[in-house]
């Protein structure tokens, strides 16, 4: 019989670049549930003991606001990404050329 492990990404988010490539995916998706379990990946990644330091929100407060049901306020989004080492960025939208 062949053994498996669970997949999580959180094993391979070791850089900056792959935490900022990681969630530059997921924001694209405009999914909040997805972008709150991508913030919730990179943070176990991280740390979350780490980053509720960083962020000084308690070890509780993360995890309540990294739920795929949660909303978080902006406040407390910017404090994790930037304890997470990145920076949100603002791009424009490329429009699609019609045919």
């Known amino acids: 019989m062949v053994k498996t492990s669970k997949f999580d990404a959180a094993d391979y988010l070791k850089t900056p670049a792959a935490i900022a490539a990681y969630l530059t995916e997921a924001l694209e998706t405009d999914d909040p549930a997805y972008i709150c379990i991508a913030l919730d990946t990179v943070a176990r990644a991280k740390g979350i003991g780490d980053i509720a330091k960083a962020t000084g929100l308690s070890r509780e407060s993360l995890y309540k606001t ?34």
């Open 66 to 99: 990294f739920k795929e049901t949660a909303k978080p306020e902006f406040e407390t989004v910017r404090k994790v990404i930037g304890a997470l080492g990145v920076k949100l960025v603002a791009e424009p939208i490329e429009k699609q050329k019609v045919a």
